[in-house]
């Protein structure tokens, strides 16, 4: 009988050991835990300062490349995002609204028109220029000068092509390249029977359409057709027509394309990197 009470120490003293070593195993579990948790923690802290460092240059890319444009391109890439109308569908209204008519000329407005340069404002600066009154012009509006816009009109842009009859009658056609409407039709009146002779002679001349022409010009650069112009071919005194082309590639830079009207050959490229 006196056994019984070394026997219950014994058992204390185990159970005293056993809870000993798990709450060392617990301490133990509960350190690896904060120190797994700190490892993600600091993990966590470098992919969010990675990515703080990637984000600023992305969202700085597209400005920047904007801002490289020129003026010129500026304008080319405010007019076509603008224009929704293609140079074939415009071909196909012109021509539709002239009996027996053939395209000669056709030019999106406000790409690269030759006269648009001609009329500087009086202060001669760029953009914002006053009027005569002293008060700022409202943004992309021409001045009092009638200095061009660098942005489509009020109406958006518009194609202005010219259309001749058999004889040589040219008609212009202003069509809507928004929506594809004419705007205007029109014989043109300032012409005469030299003038008439020489447009029939060119067309004569020429057996390949202009829609071929601009499909040779865009196969050489992709882009937009801007303008088709049937004319003379340099230093060949009439003896030889091509049709003209301007495309604007994706860098909104223009390339010309002379191409025979006879066999569809380019015969000059020019490129302007303004």
Do not use: Y
């Not at 006269?115 to 005569?132: A, F, H, K, M, V």
């Amino acid at each position: 009988m006196r056994l019984e009470p070394r026997r219950n120490n014994r058992l204390s003293l185990r159970s005293r050991n056993l809870r000993a070593t798990g709450a060392a195993a617990c301490l133990a579990a509960a350190a690896l835990l904060l120190t797994s948790c700190g490892q993600s923690s600091d993990s966590a802290t470098s992919a969010a300062t990675e990515a703080a460092k990637v984000l600023p240059q992305r969202t700085t890319a597209s400005p920047s490349a904007t801002a490289d444009l020129t003026e010129d391109q500026q304008e080319r890439k405010s007019v076509l995002d603008a224009t929704k109308v293609t140079f074939d569908d415009a071909a196909t209204t012109a021509v539709g609204e002239v009996a027996g008519g053939k395209l000669v000329d056709l030019d999106l407005e406000g790409v690269d028109d030759d006269d648009r340069d001609e009329s500087p404002s009086p202060t001669g600066s760029p953009t914002g220029s006053p009027s005569p009154t002293g008060s700022p012009s409202p943004t992309g509006s021409p001045t009092a000068t009638g200095s061009p816009s660098a942005s489509p009109g009020a109406d958006g842009p518009v194609w202005v092509a010219e259309v001749a009859e058999k004889d040589g009658t040219v008609h212009t056609v202003r069509i809507n390249a928004v929506d594809g409407k004419v705007i205007e039709a029109r014989v043109d009146a300032d012409q005469d029977a030299e003038d008439k002779k020489q447009t029939a002679d060119r067309l004569a001349q020429a057996t390949q359409t202009p829609e071929q022409a601009a499909k040779v010009a865009t196969e050489k650069k992709k882009g937009t057709v801007t303008s088709v112009s049937l004319d003379e071919a340099d230093g060949n005194d009439g003896n030889s027509v091509v049709w003209s082309v301007d495309v604007v590639g994706s860098d909104w830079k223009k390339t010309t394309f002379d191409v025979d009207a006879k066999n569809d050959t380019i015969v000059r490229e020019e490129s302007d990197n303004d």
